[in-house]
C-alpha cells in the first residue's frame, strides 16, 4: 500500500450518508482502516460492504452506544488513531416558532452526542501509544459548520448555535488534550449537496411556498466558486487532518465552502 493514511485506524460517525460516507470512501482509498458507525444501521453496512470496512449501528445519542462504538474500536484494532466525529441532524424552522423539543433534538444530537464521543475517544486516546513515527497519540476531527460564525441564516437558530458550540467544545479539547498528545479540529462545509440540504429545501420552500427545489437554487446561486458543495469536496480537508501532515494543526476550524464564508 502507499496511501496517505496506511493503516491508520479511523472511526466514523454519520458514516452511512453523505460527507461521512464520501469521506470513508476516500479514507480507505488512502489505505485507513475503518469502522463506520451510524444510526442507519444497513445504511452503514453498505458502505462498509462496498469498501470492504467494517461497520457498527450506533445512535451516538446514547451512551451505551458509544460505549459499545468505542470498544468496538479498542477490540479490534487494539487503538484508534483518528475519529471523525460527524453524524448531525437539522431542521429549518423560523426562531419565533422553534419548540423545547425542537430544540433539544438538534442539540442532542449535534453538541450532546458530539461531546460525549469526544470524551469516550479521547479517554481511551490518552491511554494508547503514540502513532508510529509522530509525537501524537489520536487526532479529533468534528463536522461543524460555516453556520457556527453566522447569524443571518434565519431559519436554522438552534442549528447554528449547536455548531459553534461545537467548534468551542473542539478548541477546549485542544487546549486540555495537547498535553496528552491529542489534536482536536473542526472542518465547516458551506452548502452541500446531501439528504441534509434536502431536508432544509423541504422545510425551508414549504415555509415560503417556494416550488421544491428553490431554497437550494437561491442558497448556491450566492456561492462565489459558482456551483453547490459536493461532499467529495470535503474529503481532501479530512484525509489532511487525519494524517501527519497536519499533526501541528490543533483548535483550528476551516472552512471548505466554495467561498461562501471569507475569514472568520
Ligand atoms: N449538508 C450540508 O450542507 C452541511 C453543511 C455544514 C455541515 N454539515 C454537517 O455535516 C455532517 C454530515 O451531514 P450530511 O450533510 O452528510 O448529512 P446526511 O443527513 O447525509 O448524513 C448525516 C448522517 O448522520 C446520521 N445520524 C443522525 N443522527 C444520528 C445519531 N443519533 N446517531 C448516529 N448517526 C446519526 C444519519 O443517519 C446520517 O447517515 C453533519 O454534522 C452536518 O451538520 C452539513
Redesign the pocket.
Known amino acids: 500500500m502507499s496511501g496517505r493514511l496506511d493503516d491508520r485506524t479511523v472511526l466514523i ?9 464520501a469521506c470513508a470512501r476516500r479514507l480507505a482509498a488512502e489505505g485507513a482502516r475503518l469502522l463506520l ?4 444501521g444497513p ?1 452503514a453496512d453498505k458502505v462498509a460492504r462496498e469498501l470492504g470496512q467494517w461497520a457498527v449501528q ?4 446514547r451512551a451505551t ?1 458509544i460505549d459499545r462504538m468505542v470498544n468496538a474500536a479498542y477490540e479490534r484494532w487494539g487503538r484508534l488513531d483518528v475519529l471523525f466525529n ?5 431542521q429549518a424552522k423560523p426562531l419565533l416558532d422553534v419548540t423545547e423539543d425542537d430544540w433539544d433534538r438538534i442539540m442532542s ?2 453538541l450532546r ?1 458530539a461531546f460525549f464521543v469526544l470524551q469516550a475517544a479521547a479517554r481511551r486516546m490518552a491511554k494508547q501509544d503514540l502513532l508510529p513515527a509522530s509525537e501524537l497519540r489520536g487526532k479529533l476531527i468534528h ?5 457556527s460564525y453566522r447569524g443571518g441564516l434565519p431559519l436554522l437558530a438552534p ?1 447554528s448555535a449547536s ?1 459553534a458550540g461545537l467548534v468551542s467544545l473542539s478548541r477546549t479539547a485542544a487546549q486540555v488534550l495537547a498535553p496528552h498528545r491529542i489534536t482536536s479540529n473542526c472542518i ?10 434536502k ?2 429545501d423541504r422545510d425551508w420552500t414549504a415555509l415560503e411556498g417556494w416550488a421544491p427545489g428553490e431554497a437550494w437554487k437561491r442558497r448556491a446561486a450566492g456561492i462565489p466558486l459558482g456551483r453547490p ?1 459536493r ?1 467529495e469536496d470535503l474529503t481532501g480537508l479530512v484525509v489532511f487532518l487525519a494524517s501527519a501532515d497536519s499533526d501541528y494543526m490543533t483548535g483550528q476550524a476551516v472552512n471548505v465552502d466554495g467561498g461562501l464564508v471569507m475569514g472568520n
Not at 37 to 40: N, R
Not at 143 to 147: D, K, L, Q, V
Not at 188 to 195: K, S, W, Y
Open positions: 460517525t454519520g458514516a452511512a450518508s453523505g460527507i461521512g460516507a458507525a451510524d444510526l442507519d445504511g450506533a445512535d451516538v445519542t452506544d460527524n453524524a448531525g441532524v437539522v444530537v449535534n452526542a463536522t461543524a459548520s460555516i453556520a442549528y455548531k465547516c462545509p458551506g452548502v452541500v449537496d446531501t439528504p441534509m440540504w431536508q432544509i458543495e461532499a
